[in-house]
């Protein structure tokens, strides 16, 4: 898979966080574990696609979804 299309998956995997993380504090309110999940997992995906720009490979395997 090339640089690109990782960067789009990355991409829509973050909006599909970011969403369920809106509906999840919105139903349960701000401090329920499962929007602290979300909250994690959408840091995790944003600095994949960090260290994609940059190139940086050495992290890259360990922020797998």
């Given at each position: 898979?090339?640089?690109?299309?990782?960067?789009?998956?990355?991409?829509?995997?973050?909006?599909?966080?970011?969403n369920k993380m809106v509906a999840a504090a919105g139903q349960y309110g701000l401090s329920h574990p499962i929007v602290l999940h979300y909250s994690q997992e959408l840091d995790r995906a944003h600095n994949k696609v960090i260290l994609l720009e940059t190139g940086t490979k050495e992290w890259e395997r360990s922020l797998s979804f």
């Open positions: 898979m090339n640089k690109v299309l990782k960067q789009d998956a990355c991409m829509e995997k973050i909006e599909e966080l970011r």
